[in-house]
């Protein structure tokens, strides 16, 4: 299995979070999103130990993609009431 966003080989050992839906909020605005494309589920099989989604490395692409999506989000906010800073 590969990182999505590094594609970094993650080993039997490695520590990796799965996004498949993320709610990304700033104030009353949210955020979703899905990987497996908007008319596609997710799909999470615990016997078979299979889940559907993204894996990103723990803790570096992980929060490197939270954080992105929150500035993205702030700044769409912002340009929405005219605010460029």
């Known amino acids: 299995m590969r990182c999505t ?3 970094k080989v993650i080993g039997p050992t490695d520590i990796w979070a799965g996004l498949n ?3 990304v ?3 009353g605005r949210v955020r979703l ?3 497996e494309g908007r008319s596609a589920g997710y799909h999470w099989d615990m016997k078979e130990g299979r889940a ?3 894996p990103l490395c723990w803790p570096h692409c992980y ?3 939270l954080e992105g999506m929150q ?3 702030q ?3 912002r340009t929405e009431h005219g605010r460029t800073d």
């Open 5 to 7: 966003m590094c594609d």
């Open 21 to 23: 839906r993320v709610a």
């Open 25 to 27: 909020g700033v104030g």
């Open 33 to 35: 999103l899905e990987f």
């Open 52 to 54: 559907s989604g993204s």
């Open 63 to 65: 929060m490197t993609f």
């Open 71 to 73: 500035i993205e989000l």
């Open 75 to 77: 700044h769409d906010m």
